[in-house]
C-alpha cells in the first residue's frame, strides 16, 4: 500500500484520536510510533495490521473508521493539499461526480507510483450515481463513502451517500444528489495560497 | 441553394463558449467584439471600439508586426501583451474570418498560466472545458505538494542521519573506534580498576603523502597504517583512530617501561615497511607517546591524553620515529 494511504491513515488516527492512542494503535500493530513516510511503499498487510489495531485499541467498526478517514481526508486542515487537488475535478459537485472514474489516473499524474482502484461511475438517473469500486484492498469503497460525503459539503451540495455493499466483485457506493447549490460550501481558489 | 461546405456560421456565442479568451477585430482594426474571460482580464472596461494595437502590443514576431497589417501575422506564434500592463505576457494566434468580416486573435497564458490565474482570479468557468489548463495546474500544484513531501522528508532523513552519526562509535575510513568509543573504553577500565597503558601514535611524514599523491592514496596509506597497528596488539587490547593522522591504543597490563618502549618498537617499525598503493610505494613513520594509569589518582582521557602528547611533542622535537613514556 502506498505510503500516502497509509500516511493519510497514521494523521487521521492520530489527530482524531491523539498521540497517545496512536502509539497504542502502532505499539499493536508493530510498527514505530513514528509511522509511515508518504513517499515509499508498504507491504498491503501493515495497513491491515494497523486498521485491525485501531478498531480493537477504539472499540470502533472498521467500516466507521474507513468513512473517518475518507472525510478527513478531505476535511482536515492537514490534508488541505489533497481536497484542492480533488476540487480540480470539476467546477461543481455534479461535474466532479462525473470526472470522479478520472481519479485513479489523476492520483497516478500527481504521484506516478500511486495506484488508486479503479473506479466506474454510472449516472442512474438525474443527479443520482452508482459508484463501483474494485479493490483488493477491502474497504476501500468504504474511505470513498466518506470522501465523497465530505467533497459534497464542500462543494455545498445536499446529497446522500451510502455504501452499499460488494456486488459483482466491486464494492458499490450509491449517491443522490438533492441539491447542488444547498449552502455556500468552502472557498477554492484556482491558484494556491502560499501556506504549504 | 446549397450551402457552401467551406462557410460555417458561427454564432459568437458558439465563439465565446469555445474560445473565452478570443476578440474579433474589424478589418480597420478596431475591436468588434471581446470575449469574457478576454473582457475579466483586460484592463480597460469597455475594450469594443478601441484600436486593437492600441489595447495590446504585439512582442513577437517583431519583424512581422511592422506598420500594424496584419496580414503578415496570421497563423503565427504570436506574444502579446496588454499595454501599460506590465504583468502576463500571453501566447496568442490570428485567422481570418469570413471574407470582410476581419480577424479573430484568439489568446492563452501558456507557460505563466500559474501566475495568470492568481492575478486576475480566474475560476474554472473562465476556461473551456475542452481547455487543458486545468489540468495543468493541477498538475503543478500536485507536483509543488510532492515536492514540498519530499524536502520533508530529506529534512527527517538528515536529522536521522545526523543522530546516527552522533551515535556512532565507529571510524568510517579504518573500521577503528572513534574518540567517543576510546572514552568508553577508557571509563571502562577506569571502573573496573584495571591499570592500563595509554599511546598516542602519530604518523610521521603523513601530510606529504597525502600532498604528493593525493588524498585516495592518503586515505589507503591511513587504512594500511590502521592495520598494522591492529596487528601489533593484543585482543583486549583497544585502537581508536581520534584524528587525521592521530592513533590512540590503550593496552591492559603493559604498564612498564620496557615492555611499553618494546611495544611501541614494533609499532613502529610496523608502520614504517612501505605500503603499496597501486604502483606508488609510500613511506611513513610513526612517533609515539605514552602515559600510564598508576600515574594518576583519577585517570582521565584529557589528563592522559594531555600527558602523552607532551611526550610524543619531545619525540617530535628530538627526531621522529621513536616513542616516550610520559615521566608521571
Known amino acids: 500500500m502506498h505510503g500516502l494511504i497509509n500516511k493519510g491513515l497514521q494523521g487521521f488516527l492520530a489527530e482524531t484520536y491523539g498521540r497517545q492512542t496512536w502509539s497504542r494503535i502502532a505499539d499493536r500493530a508493530n510498527i514505530a510510533p513514528e509511522g509511515f513516510e508518504a513517499l515509499l511503499t508498504y507491504d498491503a498487510q501493515v495497513t491491515h495490521d494497523v486498521l485491525d489495531a485501531a478498531v480493537e485499541v477504539l472499540g470502533k467498526p472498521r467500516a466507521v473508521l474507513l468513512e473517518d478517514l475518507g472525510t478527513y481526508l478531505v476535511s482536515h486542515p492537514t490534508t488541505e493539499p489533497v481536497r484542492r487537488l480533488l476540487r480540480f475535478g470539476g467546477l461543481d459537485f455534479s461535474d466532479f461526480m462525473n470526472s470522479l472514474d478520472e481519479l485513479p489516473g489523476r492520483a497516478r499524474l500527481a504521484v506516478p507510483d500511486l495506484w488508486l482502484p479503479d473506479i466506474q461511475t454510472r449516472e442512474v438517473a438525474p443527479d443520482a450515481f452508482a459508484v463501483a469500486c474494485y479493490s483488493e484492498f477491502r474497504g476501500f469503497g468504504q474511505i470513498l463513502t466518506g470522501l465523497l460525503r465530505a467533497m459534497a459539503d464542500d462543494y455545498g451540495a445536499l446529497a446522500f451517500i451510502e455504501w452499499e455493499g460488494e456486488r459483482g466483485g466491486a464494492e458499490q457506493v450509491s449517491v443522490r444528489l438533492l441539491e447542488g447549490d444547498y449552502s455556500e460550501g468552502r472557498q477554492f481558489d484556482l491558484s494556491r495560497k502560499q501556506a504549504v | ?328
Open chain 2, 1 to 328: 441553394m446549397m450551402p457552401d461546405p467551406s462557410q460555417i456560421p458561427v454564432p459568437v456565442e458558439a465563439l465565446d463558449a469555445l474560445l473565452p479568451m478570443h476578440v474579433v477585430v474589424e478589418p480597420d482594426g478596431i475591436v468588434r467584439h471581446a470575449a469574457p474571460t478576454f473582457r475579466k482580464i483586460c484592463p480597460v472596461a469597455e475594450p469594443v471600439g478601441m484600436r486593437f494595437l492600441d489595447l495590446l502590443e504585439i512582442e513577437r514576431p517583431l519583424t512581422k508586426v511592422g506598420t500594424g497589417d496584419f496580414e503578415n501575422l496570421v497563423g503565427a506564434r504570436l506574444r502579446l501583451r496588454f499595454r501599460g500592463r506590465p504583468g502576463t505576457s500571453m501566447k496568442g494566434v490570428m485567422t481570418p474570418l469570413a471574407p470582410e468580416t476581419g480577424l479573430l486573435v484568439d489568446l492563452s497564458f501558456g507557460i505563466s498560466v500559474v501566475a495568470a490565474v492568481a492575478e486576475y482570479g480566474l475560476t474554472g468557468a473562465d476556461f473551456a472545458p475542452s481547455d487543458q489548463t486545468i489540468e495543468m495546474l493541477y498538475l503543478a500544484e500536485a507536483n509543488a505538494a510532492a515536492m514540498a513531501e519530499a524536502h520533508r522528508l530529506i529534512g527527517r532523513l538528515e536529522s536521522s542521519r545526523d543522530a546516527a552519526n552522533e551515535a556512532s562509535l565507529t571510524d568510517g575510513l579504518t573500521g577503528l573506534g572513534n574518540r567517543r568509543a576510546l572514552e568508553a573504553w577508557l571509563a571502562a577500565r577506569v571502573r573496573s580498576g584495571r591499570t592500563f597503558s595509554l599511546l598516542q601514535v602519530d604518523l610521521d611524514y603523513f601530510k606529504a603523502v597525502n600532498d604528493t599523491h593525493g588524498h585516495g592514496t592518503g586515505d589507503a596509506v591511513l587504512q594500511a597504517a590502521a592495520h598494522r597497528l591492529r596487528q601489533g596488539l593484543r585482543p583486549g587490547d583497544d585502537l581508536a583512530r581520534i584524528g587525521g593522522d592521530e592513533f590512540v591504543a590503550l593496552l591492559d597490563r603493559t604498564t612498564d617501561a620496557a615492555g611499553l618502549s618494546a611495544l611501541a618498537e614494533r609499532l613502529i617499525a610496523a608502520v614504517e615497511a612501505p605500503v603499496c598503493v597501486g604502483t606508488t610505494e609510500c613511506r611513513i613513520s610513526a612517533s609515539i607517546g605514552a602515559a600510564v594509569s598508576t600515574g594518576y589518582a583519577e585517570p582521565t582521557l584529557e589528563a592522559m591524553l594531555a600527558d602523552a602528547d607532551d611526550a610524543l611533542y619531545t619525540v617530535k622535537r628530538t627526531g621522529r620515529g621513536r616513542a616516550r613514556i610520559h615521566a608521571g
